[in-house]
DNA sequence: GTGAAAGCGCTAACAG
DNA sequence: CTGTTAGCGCTTTCAC
């Protein structure tokens, strides 16, 4: 008898463990574990008096120990720029929820697209044994990767691309170009591309790639607007801006608000389409035509790749890229350029 | 020796241990744990030689084992209802960044508002040892803070109210005193209140409470209006309703949706005064006028209260309730009733 | 079908 | 200042 008696818990009231459950239902330790861990080999007598002293005991088992003896945790970690962007948040709570679904629990990390503050985390996660990590909006630094795949933990980058892991995201180039396409049908010709840090590098560039070479398919002249810059000057005067692209919703809905308190009324006067498909840009007030991706199917896709990582031990199999197509949502930002 | 050899390291890549190190730097494993704990009692000396083969080695703590046996995580829980809620992601990103400030990893839970799910989080975060839980938009159901209360585990009550536990609030009687306050001076007489199931009940409850006196104070009817209720029959007719304080400003914003929807302008036919002061609201084409939350001071407080339960064995002291003011934020919603 | 034994990687007295 | 010792609560062969 390790424990005197399970009347300790009276006076002393631990939680009580697999050996209290064991004493009080007179059997050892592993069989208790055999019944708790559903590992068939119970009678059913003995399963149902194990049954009873666990509920009567209250007994829960320690996921610490448990993790510690398969040196591995049922947990994944999630790394997000920003849990304020609704769009990251949306995703994060998908994460968790279909995580939850399939028996892992997520360690959810916002790194504010700090680098010193993503490698902490990834620090933290590693230490407390994950099983995969998934990266969205990652920073795309070569550190943090490198330390995740010394130490032979999974990872899948979701919504933005890098050729060193396992992807799932849109495809960012077919997705400016239905952009572009929606203006010129609507008889814009002068479309200029706002864009700037508050997207991801490897994102920014197929982006803007994908703008430009749409111009570029109908004869049309690009041009790169910085989204800190004001862009209303380039709406007046000769030749002037009619249409403009934008990196993402965020800064669709900054732009529209900083050419509107410079007397440019959207759409009447010029026409602003988005990326990303925020659910701030579907309000009746905002009515943001936008490039929408796909959030649950990025998180499914992503969380099946990472799964697939973790359960075959594929170490060096080369990354899998998953492509998935983003859609169009006309709304309100967008109309005929004026004659 | 208990390992053979660190050149298992080259055949075998696992994870080394605190063994390894010890074996490489030629000291024991308490004096690696001494140097890995900062627990003083080390010579210059051989803190180096240590440090120096934990750098060789690459080794990392195992936090699962380092919890184990402190019987112990450095882990909280964050319980959200929705986390695509703006106002609770803001939250818990706050939470998350100020618990890993103080060296505590954050486990959020997403809820869905759903009891079960509640539930079954709740046993997780049990099982994982967490040191204490905050709790986002509880549900308010007395098993779940049973539960944790029998597992002894510290628990605040973030944004809403609930006298079974430590909580953090804003007072919402005062909120929506102010709400009435200022359409009062603005010369409104009709003024109804919008709420529904978005809204926790006991927060539901209060708010309406502070309209109601509000109300009072000034010699007016209450009328309470459900927000899935369409409002816009009040507006019209012969003592219509001027303007709206609504539960929430999400409810607000759609109720602004359903009025325009419906051919009401706002304000200039209708005021609106939301509840919360979420980051949409302040859009200028949105341009809610509401009463605005402190976020920061919530999290802040919510987890200081929980980190002073964490460090003192204070078992049955009575639950502390925070009151913060909530402050109203003038925009363009609310304006002087059409004469 | 069940139990005994041997750890998982680490901390925390307690000696020396 | 450093090493020895004894577990934390659980899983997992391997006998019986």
Redesign the interface.
């Known amino acids: 008898m390790t424990r005197p008696d399970p009347s300790r818990l009276h006076w002393a ?1 631990q ?1 009580p463990t697999i050996v209290d459950v064991a004493n009080l239902s007179g059997v050892s330790k592993s069989t208790v574990s055999n019944v708790v861990r559903n590992s068939g080999r119970v009678s059913e007598r003995t399963r149902e008096r194990v049954l009873e002293s666990i509920d009567i005991l ?1 007994y ?6 448990r ?2 003896v398969r040196r591995r ?1 049922s947990t994944i970690g999630v790394l997000v720029g ?3 962007n ?1 769009f990251y ?2 995703m ?2 998908l994460m ?2 279909q995580a ?1 679904g399939v028996g892992y ?6 790194t ?1 697209g700090d680098l010193a503050l993503e490698r ?2 990834v ?2 996660l ?4 994950v099983r995969g990590v998934v990266l969205l909006q990652f920073s795309g630094e070569r550190s943090v990767l490198d330390e995740l795949r ?3 933990v999974p990872v899948v980058v979701v919504s933005c691309w890098d050729d060193r892991a396992d992807c799932v995201a849109v495809d960012d180039e077919a997705g400016m170009r239905l952009a572009v396409e929606h203006l010129y049908e609507l008889g814009h010709r002068r479309i200029a591309h706002v864009t700037g840090r508050l997207l991801e590098d490897t994102t920014r560039a197929a982006r803007f790639a994908g703008y430009q070479s749409a111009m570029r398919d109908h004869g049309l002249s690009a041009l790169k607007v910085d989204a800190d810059d004001s862009a209303h000057e380039l709406v007046t005067g000769s030749d002037p801006v009619t249409a403009f692209v934008t990196g993402n919703d965020v800064m669709a ?1 900054r732009l ?2 900083a050419l ?2 410079a007397g440019v009324r959207v759409p009447a006067e010029v026409s602003v389409v988005g990326f990303d498909g925020i ?2 840009g579907a ?4 009515a943001l035509t936008t490039v929408s991706q796909p959030r649950d199917e990025l998180t499914t896709r992503g969380l099946g790749l990472l799964l697939e990582r973790i359960q075959s031990p594929s170490g060096t199999a080369p990354p899998r890229l998953v492509t998935l197509p983003p859609t169009l949502v006309v709304r309100g930002s967008t109309a005929p350029p004026r004659s």
Chains 1, 2 share one sequence.
């Not at 629990?105 to 916002?110: A, E, Q």
């Not at 590693?126 to 044994?129: D, V």
């Not at 309000?283 to 905002?286: A, D, E, G, L, Q």
């Open positions: 009231s939680r209250g829960r088992p320690n996921a610490l120990a993790d510690l945790a920003d849990l304020a609704t948040a949306e994060v709570k968790e929820v939850s629990t997520t360690m959810i990390c916002n504010d902490a985390r620090e933290t590693l230490e407390r044994a010394a130490a032979q809905v529209v608000d509107e308190a659910a701030l309000h009746s007030r905002i």
